[in-house]
């Protein structure tokens, strides 16, 4: 049962009104703990599957944010997270400085905050909760849905594995990964070891690796160079089928069992 949240504050609507979406930043607390967060809902009365969204080392950018809207143009309630405060990095120096300066315990707990908080919604069905992360994002949805037993599902983009084989024991969550063939962090090797070991221990995974593909192929703001169109689609259309087949057949209403 998530904890008790004493307020939220519904602070202003990010850009022009939606058809189908409208994302906005909002502030909550949750044991005395001030938390800010990109909020995107769905059209359509009822309950929803509900999505975690990790942001890159950049921080909470237009582009995690459009994310986290297409995710409700699907049909989930997706809910960014902010772990840098309000700081985005627009220079890789300051995007260093900030992911550096990030603890693992707290942003853990700040994530896993963002789950209780999708939980406590009336809207949100609470056995049907997601988490999705690019690059220093997709490490820390893993690590969220390591510790976090009611992630249903795990979606990382080309973000640092897991290795220690408690946490991989631990892991309920189904996982998917699209990561690339020319990336060295992580490297093919180190993905293909972190899937071997998920299988090894009877968990559901589904990996591939684009041959062609570097660091941040999916995100076309990235200042590399390293996006790749075809890739990326590929990888998106993966994702939601993941998250459909994981989180939309296995929703319930709230209170059925």
Known sequence: MSRFFAAILLLAVIGAPRPAAAGQMIHYTQDATRFTGYLALPRGEGTHAAVVVVHEWWGLSDWVKQQADSLA????????????????????????????GLVEEDAIRTLRASADFLRSRDDVRANAIGAIGWCMGGKYAIRLAAADPGIRACVMY????????????????AVLGNFGGQDKGPSPDQVKAFEAALRQANKKVDFKIYPRASHAFANPTNPWGTYREADARDAWRRTLLFLDRELKKASVPRGVK
């Not at 973000?159 to 631990?170: E, H, L, R, S």
């Open 73 to 100: 143009y699907r049909g989930y309630i997706a809910f960014a997270a902010d772990l840098y405060h309000g700081q985005v990095a627009h220079d890789e120096a300051t995007a260093h400085q900030l992911m550096s």
């Open 158 to 173: 080309y973000g640092t594995p897991i290795t220690d084989k408690a946490a991989i024991q631990g892991l309920q969550a």
